[in-house]
C-alpha cells in the first residue's frame, strides 16, 4: 500500500491538524510539560507556543482543575477521556469558564506518550443560557398574570357579580372564557417544559407506591375518558413496587400520555395502562387503539412544538411529550415509541428502581 503524498511545505502532519482546529489544543509529555499549543489555546491563555513549550501545564492554564484533580493527570493513569467544566485564569487576569476533554497518547503498543487536551470558551453559551432564564421568569409573571386576571374578571362577569346577562352575552362571554383557561393552560405547559429544559425545576424524589399513584393518574383522566365512552384499564405486577419519584412530576407525565391516548383514541374504544417489573427498572406502557403515527413523525414526537400528520384536527402545540421526555429523562428514564398506521399506538417509559441522583 502507497502512503498518499505529502503536500509541499508539510512535514508535521500533526502539528499541521492541531493548529488548523478551531478549539484550543495543548499536548504534554509524562511529566506535564507542554509539547504543542496550537493558535487558539494561544489566544485564551494569552501564552505564546514559544513562551508555553516546556513549561508546566499548570503554569499556562492556570486551571481550577489543576493540581490533584489535573484532568491530564487522571486521563493518563486511567486511561479514559476525562470531561470537565473549569475555570481558566488567563495572562491577562480574566476568568474564562472552557468546557475540556482530556486523553491520554499512546503509541500502537500502548506505551504512555503524553497527553492532549482540548478546550472552548463556553462563556457565551452559559450568558444565553442565563439569558433563558431570565426570560422564562418574565414570561411566566408578564404574560401568564394578565391572563389569570382576565379569566378571574371573566369568571365573575359569568356568575352575575356586574348584573343580569342576556342568553347571547353568556354564549359569548363563555366562549371567551373557555378560551383565556385553554391559553392559561397553553402558557403553564410551555413554562413548565421551559424550566424542566433549564434545569430550574428538579423533581423531588420520595417514595412512592407505583400501582397507588397510577390509579390515581388514571382516576384524574376517567372524566375525559368518559365523555368519549372510552374504558381504561390497568395492569400491574402481584408485588408491590416502590420507587424513588417526584410524585407530582411522576403523575403529570402519566398523565400527559393517558390523556394523549383518550385524545387520539376512537368513541368507544379501550385505552390500556400496563405496569412491568423489569427488574433493575419499571416499565410502564400506555396503549391506546387509535388510527397509529406514521413512521415519518415518530422520530420527532418528542420535539418541542412538533405537531405531525396525525394530530388532525386536535387542539395543542406539542408540549405534551416533550414534557413527557424531560420528565422521565430527569428520573434517569427513557421513553420511546412503538406505532403502526391503523393499528393503535403504545409508549413506553422506564424509571430505575434506585432513583436518579
Request: proline share 5%.
Amino acid at each position: 500500500m502507497h502512503e498518499p503524498p505529502t503536500p509541499a511545505g508539510f512535514t508535521d502532519w500533526p502539528h499541521f491538524i492541531i493548529q488548523s482546529l478551531a478549539d484550543a489544543v495543548i499536548t504534554v509529555d509524562g511529566n506535564l510539560q507542554i509539547t504543542d499549543i496550537n493558535l487558539a489555546a494561544e489566544k485564551l491563555t494569552g501564552y505564546s507556543r514559544e513562551e508555553s513549550l516546556g513549561r508546566y501545564c499548570g503554569d499556562i492554564l492556570h486551571s481550577s482543575m489543576c493540581g490533584h484533580e489535573c484532568p491530564l493527570k487522571v486521563a493518563m493513569v486511567g486511561g479514559e477521556a476525562v470531561s470537565r467544566e473549569a475555570v481558566l485564569h488567563n495572562r491577562r487576569g480574566q476568568k474564562i469558564e472552557v468546557m475540556l476533554t482530556a486523553s491520554a497518547l499512546r503509541d500502537d503498543r500502548g506505551n504512555l506518550l503524553g497527553g492532549v487536551e482540548t478546550f472552548r470558551d463556553i462563556g457565551p453559551f452559559k450568558a444565553m443560557e442565563n439569558e433563558r432564564r431570565q426570560l422564562a421568569g418574565m414570561f411566566g409573571h408578564d404574560l401568564k398574570g394578565p391572563v389569570v386576571a382576565v379569566s378571574g374578571l371573566l369568571h365573575r362577569l359569568l356568575q352575575g357579580k356586574m348584573g343580569e346577562l342576556t342568553d347571547q352575552q353568556s354564549e359569548f362571554l363563555n366562549l371567551i372564557y373557555q378560551e383565556i383557561l385553554r391559553l392559561e393552560q397553553l402558557i403553564s405547559n410551555f413554562l413548565e417544559f421551559v424550566r424542566l429544559d433549564l434545569h430550574i425545576l428538579k423533581p423531588l424524589p420520595s417514595a412512592i407506591q407505583i400501582e397507588k399513584e397510577c390509579l390515581e393518574a388514571v382516576s384524574q383522566c376517567r372524566p375525559l375518558a368518559e365523555d368519549k365512552e372510552i374504558t381504561l384499564e390497568a395492569e400491574f405486577p402481584q408485588d408491590i413496587i416502590v420507587l424513588q419519584a417526584d410524585p407530582l412530576l411522576f403523575r403529570r407525565a402519566l398523565c400527559n400520555l393517558l390523556e394523549n391516548a383518550i385524545k387520539y383514541s376512537p368513541q368507544g374504544s379501550q385505552v390500556f395502562l400496563k405496569v412491568r417489573d423489569m427488574g433493575g427498572e419499571v416499565e410502564f406502557a400506555v396503549q391506546d387503539q387509535g388510527p397509529g403515527i406514521p413512521p415519518e413523525d415518530q422520530p420527532h414526537l418528542f420535539e418541542l412544538l412538533f405537531r405531525g400528520n396525525s394530530s388532525g384536527r386536535e387542539a395543542g402545540l406539542g408540549l405534551g411529550l416533550a414534557i413527557v421526555q424531560r420528565v422521565i429523562e430527569a428520573h434517569g428514564g427513557r421513553v420511546w415509541v412503538e406505532s403502526k398506521t391503523r393499528q393503535g399506538t403504545t409508549f413506553f417509559f422506564t424509571l430505575p428502581k434506585i432513583g436518579s441522583t
